[in-house]
Structure formats: C-alpha cells, structure tokens
C-alpha cells in the first residue's frame, strides 16, 4: 500500500523541496534549479487521494531521474522525461513483484488493484503496461 509517508520519506531522502501551489491547468510540475528540485503541486486540483499520489510519486521521478527540460523543449525530448519519471514511479511505488503477489492474492482488475495500492488506476495502468509491454515481463509466471 503507497502512504504519503512512503512518498515523503522519498522527498527527504532527495532532498526535494515541495510547495502548495496552484501551477494551472498542470496541476504539479517540477523545476531544477543548480541541481536541487522543487516540486510544486496543487492538491485541492486532484479528483482523489490515489491521483494526488500518482501525480506526486510522478513528480519525485523527475528528480530522482533528473529528466527535467525547458517549457520550450521539443514534444520528443517532453515524452521522453514523462517516461522516465513514470517509469521511475512506476519501478519504486508499484514494483513488479509486488503487483504480481496482489495479483496471486486475487487482485485481478486494475481497478482492484488500485485500491489494494492506495493508488490511482491511472497508475496501476501505466504501470501493467510498463512491465508487460516495455519490459515483456507477465504477471502469470513465478518472475
């Protein structure tokens, strides 16, 4: 199960600053500056506590992954630091033996196991299709 604790144990292990802030239409972004990292989230924006976590163990990939850019980047380089920071999420608060031990407990729907993570099914989503298609692991075998 994913706790904000979980979440803020991370922040201060990277030494991440956070801050209330309403970013628009964003809801969070990152920003780095001399190599530190400020995240600065909206959490009134957020529909659910598991998409306000989504969006914040989002957040700690890009700087854990240090895949920030310019708001001017190219749409390319963009998808690609999105993809590491999901995939960074995805790899520290949804790891794959841990969804396939849910899954043997009879979590089977992504929507199941959402809840079981405390997470949003957005997440779990990314996360099904990270480990099945990007890294052809399944979930039905002893891995």
């Known amino acids: 199960m994913i706790e904000f604790s979980d979440l803020y144990k991370e922040i201060q292990k990277q030494g991440i600053y956070v801050f209330q802030y309403n970013v628009g239409k964003n809801k969070s972004v990152t920003i780095e500056m001399?190599?530190?990292?400020?995240?600065?989230?909206?959490?009134?924006?957020?529909?659910?506590?598991g998409e306000s976590k989504r969006a914040l163990a989002h957040?700690?990939?890009?700087?854990?992954?240090?895949?920030?850019?310019k708001?001017?980047?190219?749409?390319?380089?963009i998808s690609q630091h999105e993809y590491r920071a999901n995939r960074w999420a995805a790899e520290h608060f949804?790891?794959?033996?841990?969804?396939?031990?849910?899954m043997r407990m009879?979590?089977?729907?992504?929507?199941?196991?959402?809840?079981?993570?405390?997470?949003s099914e957005k997440a779990v989503r990314w996360a099904l299709r990270y480990y099945t298609e990007s890294r052809g692991l399944s979930f039905n075998t002893e891995s």
């Open 94 to 102: 949804l790891p794959f033996k841990e969804l396939q031990q849910a």
């Open 106 to 119: 009879g979590y089977s729907e992504p929507w199941q196991l959402a809840e079981y993570f405390n997470i």
């Open 59 to 69: 957040e700690i990939g890009h700087c854990a992954t240090g895949a920030t850019h």
């Open 71 to 77: 708001a001017c980047s190219p749409l390319d380089l």
């Open 34 to 49: 001399n190599k530190k990292y400020g995240i600065f989230i909206d959490m009134s924006a957020f529909s659910s506590l």
